[in-house]
């Protein structure tokens, strides 16, 4: 058994948490697989109180690994643990990072850039058409968008986000053996197929409501900044946005009626603060270069459109939904000022770029 499987082992054990986790990884160096021989003397002398130590030293085996991986292997789900060299780098960060996450699904989308889109589990209509295009929008420039699987605002962020190249990721608040709600099981499916769901909760842990805020330090922690689209003034989602200030992450809201309790919550976010967003350009700004990786990355995947030529990517590619200038243009692709304006109206009659006031352009 390597030092990653007793790790594993020991987060599967229950009444272990994390704090013990650590004390131990304190007390063995991240010499994790001399666990296995450490005598009950030893572990109360790294501090455990009796019966933990009790635990450990019955029921932490090469046997009882062996057969949890079995279970996980069977049941089509990886783990990581904070030893391994993919664990998600921002997560890391946390104060109480996740020793180890249980996954389904295509577990690399957390090594892009991750936004998390949250809001109430009973949005309004206009909340709804906010979460899925916004999130649609995040993902066609390649951001992963996180969220809670939660019926609302975290369902309409998932089904947007799984039509465009950037996906998503669902941080469960129980094991990856209970789908909660249960009216969510056909999405759970699809994020297992096209995205990935996570969990630091072990297969057969008991689904309870103290569960749900732990876990939303992990969508937090995942992500460089976290959206709130609709909120009421006490809403569960507002617990991941002071989870990202905790974290130093950034916090973007979307505006809504003065007259809806539902924009309660984000109303007050931006009154404290936080970014006003009316389109996924308004947090893609806050991340110089996100947006044009996340195109590099759908063309790519896509290939390039074969209407356009090399110099009419290269300048859709400098493009966004945010107005630059002519003279920008210039400095940024290299091209004359003269073969550049005959470029720009290529683009404007193929409908790829629309001209705006002050001799700027923007992409469609």
Request: glycine share 10%.
């Amino acid at each position: 058994m390597n030092d990653r499987h007793v790790l594993f082992g020991l987060h599967e054990l229950g009444g272990i948490g994390w704090k013990t986790i650590r004390r131990l990884e304190s007390a063995l160096s991240g010499a994790w697989s001399e666990l296995l021989a450490a005598e009950k003397g030893d572990l109360l002398a790294f501090g455990l109180k009796p019966a933990m130590a009790d635990t450990i030293k019955d029921k932490l085996t090469p046997e009882l690994i062996a057969r949890r991986l079995e279970e996980y292997r069977r049941g089509r789900i990886s783990f990581m643990t904070a030893l391994d060299a993919d664990y998600p780098a921002l997560l890391r960060e946390i104060a109480q990072p996740p020793w180890v996450l249980y996954l389904r699904g295509d577990r690399t989308l957390l090594e892009r850039s991750c936004i998390a889109v949250v809001g109430t589990r009973s949005p309004t209509a206009y909340g709804r058409k906010a979460a899925y295009e916004l999130a649609r929008d995040l993902s066609a420039c390649g951001v992963c968008v996180v969220s809670g699987l939660a019926r609302g605002i975290d369902a309409c962020a998932h089904r947007g986000a799984l039509t465009e190249y950037g996906s998503t990721a669902a941080v469960l608040g129980c094991g990856l053996d209970t789908i909660y709600p249960s009216e969510n099981a056909s999405l759970y499916a699809e994020i297992a197929e096209k995205g990935v769901l996570v969990t630091e909760y072990p297969l057969g842990t008991r689904l309870h409501a103290g569960l749900f805020p732990q876990r939303n330090r992990i969508i937090a922690g995942l992500c460089l900044g976290t959206l709130v689209v609709e909120a009421a003034e006490r809403s569960g989602s507002l617990i991941t946005a002071d989870q990202a200030l905790e974290q130093s992450r950034d916090v973007f809201a979307v505006p809504g009626p003065i007259t809806s309790a539902k924009s309660a919550g984000t109303l007050e976010l931006i009154r404290q603060g936080a970014k006003m967003v009316a389109s996924a350009e308004h947090i893609l700004e806050e991340y110089n270069g996100l947006a044009q990786l996340g195109h590099t990355r759908k063309e790519a995947a896509s290939g390039p459109d074969p209407s356009l030529s090399a110099d009419e990517r290269k300048l859709l590619g400098l493009m966004s939904a945010a107005p630059v200038t002519t003279d920008e243009l210039v400095e940024l692709s290299g091209f004359e000022f003269g073969h550049l304006h005959s470029v720009l109206l290529n683009l404007t009659l193929k409908k790829k770029i629309v001209p705006l006031p002050g001799s700027s352009y923007a992409s469609l």
